[in-house]
T-cell receptor, first 115, second 115 residues
Framework: AQTVTQSQPEMSVQEAETVTLSCTYD???????LFWYKQPPSRQMILVIR??????QNATENRFSVNFQKAAKSFSLKISDSQLGDTAMYFC????????????FGKGTKLTVNP | DAGITQSPRHKVTETGTPVTLRCHQT?????MYWYRQDPGHGLRLIHY???????DKGEVSDGYSVSRSKTEDFLLTLESATSSQTSVYFC??????????????FGPGTRLTVT
């Protein structure tokens, strides 16, 4: 069975500062993808960043970057220069290739960016 | 944004009544999914479809059924709604491996309240 664990139910950060959200996962598959989704108060699920397990280079998208530690099964999200619009729930998710393409989500981290 | 709509967006119903939620896509994607989101649980997969008339169960399928008679529509039915099915329901679609890049696109969600 695949599992995703987010150990920080809530976090807060000051505007313009950097924050890191933690995620650990477990899978027996060798080929998989990891994701961070953002869910603002509008409830829309928005893909923030994607990481293919076979790629050693950490993914980056503007102010968002990940620290992918495959051996440790760790996938943290770093948000630089935090903005008020980053206030949202953040979900870590995992899907293994070659199966039914089912995403497994963590329980989420509620991030608040303070002015 | 991916062309995914959900209807209704909000619904209040009474215990014991049947309820059907509709997901409609204009992307011609192969895979469609139904999730429920509850506080403290993240998103959990209810059922998914990998083609017309091809469906399978997810993690929390008890009390739910689905149907997919056309590529663009995926229906979720609560045969006899219970208060434990009060939740926010999300539809998602994906086209992997057709696009070569794995990603699920989410609809706007349906808030269902069972009284």
């Amino acid at each position: 069975a695949q599992t995703v664990t987010q150990s920080q139910p809530e976090m807060s950060v000051q505007e313009a500062e950097t924050v890191t959200l933690s995620c650990t996962y477990d899978t027996s598959e060798s080929n998989y993808y990891l994701f961070w989704y953002k869910q603002p108060p509008s409830r829309q699920m928005i893909l923030v960043i994607r990481q293919e397990a076979y790629k050693q280079q950490n993914a980056t998208e503007n102010r968002f970057s990940v620290n992918f530690q495959k051996a440790a099964k760790s996938f943290s999200l770093k948000i630089s220069d935090s903005q008020l619009g980053d206030t949202a729930m953040y979900f870590c998710a995992l899907v293994s290739q070659g199966g039914s393409e089912k995403l497994v989500f963590g329980k989420g981290t509620k991030l608040t960016v303070n002015p | 944004d991916a062309g995914i709509t959900q209807s209704p967006r909000h619904k209040v119903t009474e215990t014991g009544t049947p309820v059907t939620l509709r997901c409609h896509q204009t992307e011609n994607h192969r895979y469609m999914y139904w999730y429920r989101q509850d506080p403290g649980h993240g998103l959990r997969l209810i059922h998914y479809s990998y083609g017309v008339k091809d469906t399978d169960k997810g993690e929390v399928s008890d009390g739910y059924s689905v149907s997919r008679s056309k590529t663009e529509d995926f229906l979720l039915t609560l045969e006899s709604a219970t208060s434990s099915q009060t939740s926010v329901y999300f539809c998602a679609i994906s086209d992997y491996p057709g696009t070569g890049i794995y990603e699920q696109y989410f609809g706007p969600g349906t808030r269902l309240t069972v009284t």
